[in-house]
């Protein structure tokens, strides 16, 4: 039986996962898996465009899974969910991008958002938000994960 790969949006914050201690395996492993097919990765210019300054290894891992990647555009309707979510207070403004990363992933139909963002994106008490929003406004709810959370754990 064949399946289908998931659709997942990956925020910058996986990217720069993969350097950093805390979060370097997991992020590994996901895009491993991205490699491997399981996964099917929806990238923004959003994403390059907050790599632009980072440490030529990240940007290099960026290349290196872009050409695999789906490319979701920003879209008016993309701004105008991030909108509804600065609306609904679910970020403040200062966080917009984050707010974007959100919209981007939903309207481009992605089941899962994985970042490492715990105070803006994977957050308790603001997934439900996010989601209320996005079923408010004829968008599906999104599965918002870390890495940790997605990946294959072997027994």
């Not at 290099?60 to 555009?73: I, K, Q, T, W």
Request: include cysteine.
């Amino acid at each position: 039986m064949s399946t289908r790969p998931v659709r997942v949006y990956a925020d910058t914050s996986v990217y720069g996962g993969v350097f950093d201690e805390e979060f370097a395996e997991p992020s590994r492993l996901f895009f491993d898996e991205v490699r491997a097919g399981r996964f099917r990765l929806v990238i923004s210019p959003l994403v390059g465009d907050e790599l632009k300054d980072a440490p030529e290894r990240v940007q290099a891992l960026l290349a290196s899974v872009r050409a695999g990647a789906e490319v979701a555009e920003v879209t008016e309707d993309v701004v105008r969910l991030q909108q509804a979510y600065l609306t609904a207070r679910i970020v403040g403004a200062k966080w917009e991008t984050d707010a974007l990363h959100v919209a981007i992933a939903t309207v481009s139909g992605c089941a899962v958002i994985v970042s490492w963002n715990f105070k803006h994106v994977v957050n308790f008490e603001r997934i439900p938000l996010y989601n209320g929003v996005n079923l408010s406004k004829g968008y599906a709810a999104i599965a918002i994960h870390t890495p940790q959370e997605v990946i294959v754990h072997e027994d």
